[in-house]
């Protein structure tokens, strides 16, 4: 679906290419530039979210997720943040299908930016990735789909993506543009 996007939000998306970036360098992000309109890019695209503050663990994770989108014919861009800060200055609600965060990062922890990502976009899918299972009840406090413990095996990571991308409605492609100018 195409959506124009208000000035507040296309300040947001501005802001969030600064902080995240994308994989495939044909494709500068889900917002475009039509008659001086800003408008999102079809659903047909999966948007995903790595909150991560080890850079290793951003790039093992991106490396299972395109595997995976290799193997099922998925399409997908990966955005990737180093703290939950980041992840909560660049958020445009309804702009992701899902969220792969981390628990312990340094600053604000991965179950406060769900909370506060929780306020307004209810939809995301959560995936909490961590090395302690002592935060679950936490984690599913905030609606989180999954929690992941690491090491990260590519055959759950694969189960996981499957569950998820089940629930991820795909509906045909339209324009819809709106303006005050008339």
């Known amino acids: 679906d195409l ?33 001086g309109m800003y408008v999102t ?32 014919d998925t399409i997908a861009d990966i955005c990737c943040f180093d703290s939950g800060e980041a992840f909560i200055a660049a958020f445009v609600p309804y702009s992701y299908d899902i969220v792969f965060m981390d628990i312990y990062m340094s600053g604000m922890n991965g179950t406060d930016t769900a909370s506060l990502m929780r306020r307004s976009d209810n939809r995301v899918i959560l995936i909490f990735l961590t ?17 992941i413990e690491k090491p990260i095996s590519r055959e759950r990571m694969y189960c996981c993506l499957d569950d998820a991308f089940r629930l991820i409605p795909h509906n045909e492609a339209y324009i819809n543009f709106t303006s005050d100018k008339y």
């Open 3 to 35: 959506h124009v996007r208000s000035r507040r939000q296309r300040q947001m998306c501005i802001r969030d290419r600064s902080f995240c970036y994308y994989t495939n360098p044909s494709i500068p992000g889900r917002n475009i530039e039509i008659a």
């Open 41 to 72: 890019r079809s659903s047909a695209t999966n948007m995903i979210v790595i909150v991560d503050d080890i850079p290793a663990m951003q790039q093992e994770l991106k490396e299972i997720i395109y595997d995976y989108c290799r193997s099922t």
């Open 131 to 147: 090395s302690s299972p002592d935060h679950m009840k936490d984690a599913f406090n905030v609606h989180a789909f999954h929690y």
